[in-house]
């Protein structure tokens, strides 16, 4: 592809991955924790105020901030310290945030943080014990997409380097290997829907690739009985009540695909991800991410980015990091 068409084509992928995470986090935020049966009888239908957070309508959370602070950390080039240094001004200074408070944080993505700012080096900091695979990682690691297909072109999965940039990525706070494949599988997935694939196609074949890659890494392939159940053809059809919306993160990738799956817009996409309940913002977000990729900018209800906080500044984020990777593009191709 043109590079000139490629930068304005990435610029306009990262405004719509981006705000629809955004979007997700801050429609989810109000009923956060709202088991599936109470949503059943007030279910979700836009942007609510107050809630789980006593927040305005349109404040996103911890999951749309982690992921300013990497697309910040990114600008810049690969640097592990460089993005933990962004964390650490959220998580203590309540920069990157909707109001100047930093809230919603997870409890290995705190302790990750504590050990950094003890001197631990960055890629030391996460959690690698069973129960460190909350969807922490997971929620933050949709730039990334952008910086590999800049860096490896749009299948980055024929890269062993890439996925070892994933994984460092994610390992940052999240270092079990469950936790780096979901980021692993999550990003592949993207990179298809980068390429122009139709959605279905793209977690398909998504899924798929960065299966095949991770069969051949013994030491990663003895973690993906954990994640079979997205091999399996019939996955969209499983029933709705065998699909937990917990922080956990096979469980929240599975439900952010599951609603991909089985609705075909943007809006419905996100409103079936925060109406499953448990850790609605975080499973929103992550279907967000892909869906914007998918449906693109223009299909994100208008009156919910009208009342997303601090849009102007996440937009101009967007298009700062998109000018970061042309830059690195034309220079890296001259
Ligand atoms: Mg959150």
Known sequence: MDPVQWNVGLSRLVLSGIMGLAVGDALGVPVEFRERETLARDP????RAYGTYNKPAGTWSDDTSMTLCLMSGLAKGL??????RNFLKWYKAGEFTADGHTFDVGTTTSAALERFERGVPALECG????????????????????YLSTVYGVNFQDSSEAFDIIHNVSALTHAHK???????????????LLSGSDLEHAIKIGIHKAMEYYEKQPEYAEELGHLSRLRSEDFKKIPREKISSSGYVVSSLEAAIWCLLNTNDYASCIL??????GDTDTVAAIAGGLAGLAYGYEAIPQDWLDVLVRREYLEKACYEFSLALARRDTGSQS
């Open 44 to 47: 979700v239908v836009g942007m």
């Open 79 to 84: 640097d592990y310290d460089e993005i933990m």
């Open 127 to 146: 959690g690698t014990g069973e129960y460190d695979n909350g969807n922490g990682s997971l929620m933050r690691i949709l730039p990334l997409v952008f």
């Open 178 to 192: 469950r936790s780096q494949i979901a980021c692993g599988i999550y990003l592949s997935i993207a990179a298809m």
């Open 272 to 277: 079936e991800a925060v109406n499953l309940g």
